[in-house]
Nanobody
Framework: QVQLVESGGGLVQAGGSLTLSCAAS????????TGWYRQAPGKQRELVAT???????NYADSVKGRFTISRDNAKSTVYLQMNSLKPEDTAVYYC?????????????WGQGTQVTVSS
């Protein structure tokens, strides 16, 4: 089992930056992939960025070149550095952690943190 707590959301002007943090606890050594997802009002949850235990990253086309996902293994924390923010980035951002697909031990989600970008 893994528990996730997000922080760092808030209100920012277009063109500004925010850094989100996701602190994991529990079976952190069983985490294969951690990612950030977001959900805007009236829309489905969408993938923003992921990072595997091996360091491989994946980004949605809409955030490539603007967002960077990283991790600090010593702190069991994953970050999402968001630059050049746009109003369309406004959403609730959720942290996700999953074990190897073949193991299916967990697929955990945080409570979400609100990011609002004003024009």
């Amino acid at each position: 089992q893994v528990q996730l707590v997000e922080s760092g959301g808030g209100l920012v002007q277009a063109g500004g930056s925010l850094t989100l943090s996701c602190a994991a606890s529990g079976r952190v050594f069983s985490i294969f992939e951690t990612g950030w997802y977001r959900q805007a009002p009236g829309k489905q949850r969408e993938l923003v960025a992921t990072i595997t235990s091996g360091g491989s990253t994946n980004y949605a086309d809409s955030v490539k070149g603007r967002f960077t996902i990283s991790r600090d293994n010593a702190k069991s924390t994953v970050y999402l550095q968001m630059n050049s923010l746009k109003p369309e980035d406004t959403a609730v951002y959720y942290c996700n952690a999953r074990s190897l697909p073949g193991l299916r031990l967990f697929d955990s989600w945080g409570q979400g943190t609100q990011v609002t970008v004003s024009s």
